[in-house]
């Protein structure tokens, strides 16, 4: 198993199921975890995947991605709208970055609609909820796979 993606996941993600479930859904993060891995697996891929609420250890390992992932998925939560310190970390990387939110964040207030991970990620995934993690895990096989295509 070649591939190894990160899925990284920023703060207040970690209360999932019972933050504002009418917004980010009945689903924990390690039911999401179980689901998405379990896609990545059926596509001959391992998923790494945390969360944090400190945008310190967010960059620590956006920067292990660096080194040993093949794709990033990156839920930054709020960070996604402020953290220069995250958009700088992630410039540092070769590989693809699928920016992720379970809500739809331009249908949501207008601080939201700011988004520092956008200018840096290949794709954006938003307001499929829990699908999106799935759906995200798809999408960067299937960009590593056309990266190794165009890269030999
Ligand atoms: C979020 C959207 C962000 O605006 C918010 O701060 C979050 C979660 C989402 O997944 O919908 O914490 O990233």
């Not at 990545?40 to 945008?55: C, M, P």
């Not at 402020?82 to 739809?104: G, M, R, V």
């Amino acid at each position: 198993m070649s591939l190894n993606l990160f899925c990284l996941n920023g703060p207040n993600l970690n209360l999932l199921g019972e933050r504002e479930p009418e917004i980010y859904g009945k689903d924990s993060l390690k039911d999401i975890e179980k689901i998405a891995s379990k896609k990545a697996q059926e596509l001959g891929a391992k998923l790494t995947f945390r969360q944090s609420n400190h945008e310190g250890e967010l960059i620590d390992w956006i920067q292990e991605a660096r080194i040993s992932a093949s794709a990033l998925i990156l839920n930054a939560a709020a960070y996604t709208h402020t953290s220069i310190a995250i958009h700088d970390a992630l410039k540092t990387l070769e590989i693809p970055i699928i920016e992720l939110h379970l809500s739809n964040p331009h249908s949501r207030e207008s601080f939201r609609a700011k988004s520092y991970i956008a200018p840096v990620a290949d794709g954006v995934i938003a307001g499929l909820g829990s699908a999106g993690y799935s759906l995200s895990v798809e999408a960067a096989v299937s960009l590593v796979n056309k990266w190794k295509k165009t890269h030999g």
